[in-house]
């Protein structure tokens, strides 16, 4: 059996080919982008968190009666 597939061949082939491989697979899912689309806590703690936001929010009220409860 005679193979003429060469370095050359190869080289030629991987060229040829390139285009198919320079493109990474597109996500089924991707990222959300909008806030109240976030449904996972975690995912929301940690964008929250490189935003700078206080995530949960937590009323003013509920913070006093926190602070309270810690001074006892």
């Known amino acids: 059996m005679d193979n003429n597939r060469t370095r050359a061949w190869r080289l ?5 080919n390139r285009s198919r491989d320079s493109h990474p697979p597109r996500s089924d899912f991707p990222k959300e982008k909008r806030w109240k689309l976030m449904y996972i806590r975690s995912k929301k703690l ?17 913070l006093a009666r926190r602070a309270m409860e810690e001074y006892k």
Request: charged share 25%.
């Open 12 to 16: 030629a082939q991987k060229s040829r």
């Open 46 to 62: 940690a964008r929250a968190a490189q935003l700078g936001m206080d995530y949960p929010r937590v009323r003013s009220g509920q």
